[in-house]
């Protein structure tokens, strides 16, 4: 019976020169996969100037237009995000080979890469789907891409004193955050920033979103979870009349008369997940959760 070629977008961490051996024996994997391989322009340099290693069977890829079954990203869970990002509302499912050090979202480990790709030509993998956040910026556009899929921190600049953030929910006014910033995360995202800053731990499948303060200047403000059909709208006021708005780690400055409005996004990212991997599990591996310490 003949077997369909698989066609696929790789991308990878550009900083990891170290990671040329597992490097290999992912792209080994796809080459003897027969699979039709396609790089991202920036990690093929990579490959080509800092490994050494040779390519003769990929192609190079400067814009995401082709429709490819899969993307595999390779590095950490930055990595992922970023490639989450790029493949945006195509919504190709995403193989997240861990070549960093957490690997949360990037949970496949190259000496597994062969046997994963084994258990999707099988039937076994599943797709977590992830609700990602979408911005939307009035009074000055964003440059880059404008959905998260763990987060949108809106901070304060470095030299800059706290900010003052008027937020409304569903055209209802919320609080005035007086704070170094706030993050609305995903439940994806409420085990990265919002984690750090006294938020809850949201399991993935949840429906909701959660707003927590970046060292707010009241005890009284505590993480909120709201409903993921919320339309969050956001006007912050600085002394030095600009702010920060990270997604998913990217940072742009815009001025404080620009309206942010947060909501769900139209599509969803899609994770490649293997058997017998779950969320709790993941938990308990990766971030030590309900670890007893004293033993």
Not at 124 to 136: C, M, P, Y
Not at 217 to 239: D, W
Not at 249 to 268: F, H, I, M, V
Request: hydrophobic fraction near 40%; proline fraction near 4%.
């Amino acid at each position: 019976m003949h077997r369909r070629k698989f066609i696929i977008a790789l991308f990878g961490n550009c900083f990891q020169t170290k990671k040329s051996a597992s490097i290999q024996k992912v792209l080994s994997c796809l080459e003897n996969l027969g699979a039709e391989v396609h790089i991202d322009r920036e990690y093929y340099e990579f490959l080509q100037h800092s490994t050494g290693l040779q390519l003769p069977f990929a192609h190079v890829f400067d814009c995401y237009e082709e429709p490819y079954d899969y993307a595999v990203s390779m590095g950490g869970d930055g990595t992922l995000l970023r490639t989450a990002s790029i493949v945006g509302s195509a919504s190709t499912p995403i193989i997240g080979v861990n070549m960093g050090r957490l690997g949360f979202l990037a949970d496949i480990h190259p000496d597994e890469f062969d046997q994963c790709l084994r258990d999707i030509m099988e039937g076994h993998v599943t797709l977590d789907e992830r609700s990602l956040l979408q911005v939307q910026a009035e009074g000055q556009p964003l440059k880059g891409y404008n959905c998260a899929l763990n987060d949108v921190a809106i901070l304060k600049h470095d030299n800059a004193s706290m900010i003052s953030i008027r937020a409304k929910v569903n055209g209802e006014y919320l609080t005035t955050y007086q704070a170094d910033g706030l993050v609305v995360s995903t439940p994806t995202g409420s085990t990265a920033y919002s984690l750090s800053n006294g938020g809850p731990i949201i399991i993935p499948q949840t429906r909701v979103f959660l707003m927590t303060a970046v060292a707010p200047h009241s005890l009284n403000t505590r993480p909120l979870v709201i409903p993921e059909t919320a339309i969050v709208e956001l006007q912050v006021e600085s002394r030095t009349h600009n702010f920060l708005v990270a997604i998913d780690g990217r940072s742009e400055s815009l001025c404080d008369t620009t309206r942010l409005t947060l909501q769900l996004a139209p599509y969803k990212a899609r994770i490649v997940k293997r058997p017998r991997q779950n969320h709790f599990q993941t938990l308990r591996e990766k971030m030590m959760w309900g670890a007893d310490m004293r033993k």
